[in-house]
């Protein structure tokens, strides 16, 4: 008796076979494949196999296609004694099957990387966006994948799209290097899989698959990606104590320095810099004056500039304030005074 995922997926690939569609067949494998735990995995490879149905090579052709390792280690399970790991299994099957099947088949994976971008996604850089273009090598059905990559809570990839080219018309998306790029989304959706119950979008698990299988299409990804937007940075004010200021803001920003809204110039200012840093009075003086450069350079928008004129009065006395340290910054002034007295 065929299981309900075999019915399905027999079902709409009969009509995958009619659009003859690499791109909207690689989707729906993918879609298919992120809905599968391991074990019903290996059971539809069997019923796959066994049907022998221009349906079932087709299905098994397309889950080879999204099937990188990565892409199905995340589905989590060792596999089963004398078996091969299950992205093992898909590509033996379809590559079996894609002999079987027309010639359009023979595409799917079969793309070139012709352009990449990457920056915020909404003017406070709460999510950067990371966007590779592809073509296939017959020069058809032109696409863009599009990965969402939380800022704020770390660095996650939450979801994931494709669109046509003209989707970039409405963002502000820097050119970028395809290697990097793809890097970074490679880097996103790894964290994502390491964090237990990661708040994604929906659709994401449907579209990981193929989200992996096109970053990985690109020739050497760069990992850990470089962030070069702090070193772009030219407008440091001519103040003493600025470069100091400069280099401390420098360690709060870390790896996201995309993500500038007025929570995070807050935290930084009434918050942060109270509680970690240790400044000499001159840096202390300057950090309003790098702290405002800095939000102009990363985009000048007004209720961030705003929020700098309206956290920046209290700074000095909020960093004359021992109470508000912690213990490390206590720990660390601590530390002379021993060695005095000893």
């Known amino acids: 008796m065929s299981t309900p995922a075999f019915t399905t997926a027999v079902t709409q690939a009969r009509d995958l076979l009619r659009w003859r569609s690499p791109l909207r067949t690689e989707l729906w494998a993918s879609r298919l494949m992120g809905g599968l ?43 089963p004694a004398g078996e091969p790991p299950l992205a093992d299994l898909y590509a033996a099957h379809g590559a079996e099957a894609r002999d079987a099947l027309p010639g359009w088949v023979a595409r799917m994976g079969q793309v070139e990387c012709d352009g990449a971008w990457y920056g915020k996604a909404d003017r406070h850089g709460l999510q950067a966006l990371a ?9 058809k059905e032109p696409h863009l994948l599009v990965v969402a990559v939380d800022q704020v809570n770390g660095g996650l990839a939450v979801d994931a799209l494709v669109e046509e080219r003209k989707f970039l018309d409405d963002l502000s998306l820097e050119p970028s290097e395809p290697r990097a790029v793809a890097g970074r989304i490679l880097d996103a959706v790894e964290l994502t899989d390491r964090v237990m119950g990661a708040a994604v979008v929906d659709t994401f698990p449907g579209m990981r698959p193929f989200a992996l299988a096109r970053a990985r299409s690109v020739p050497d990804p760069v990992r850990p990606a470089p962030e070069d937007t702090l070193s772009r940075f030219h407008d440091l004010p001519a103040l003493p104590g600025a470069e100091e200021a400069f280099a401390k803001l420098v360690e709060f920003i870390g790896d996201r320095p995309l993500w500038w809204s007025p929570g995070r110039v807050s935290q930084l200012l009434t918050s942060w810099l109270p509680r970690e840093a240790m400044l000499s009075p001159d840096a202390i003086a300057a950090m309003p004056d790098v702290v405002r450069a800095w939000s102009h350079f990363a985009g000048a928008d007004p209720e961030v500039l705003r929020q700098v004129d309206a956290d920046a009065p209290r700074l000095a006395a909020l960093m004359a304030d021992e109470s508000l340290a912690g213990l490390g910054k206590r720990l660390a002034r601590s530390r002379p005074r021993d060695e005095d007295e000893g």
């Open 37 to 79: 735990d391991p074990a019903d995995a290996r059971g539809l490879v069997r019923e796959l196999v066994e049907a022998g149905t221009p349906e079932g090579r087709l299905t098994l052709a397309a889950l080879a296609a999204v099937a990188t390792p990565d892409a199905v280690d995340a589905q989590a399970d060792a596999a």
């Open 131 to 139: 966007a590779l273009s592809f073509h296939y090598r017959s020069g």
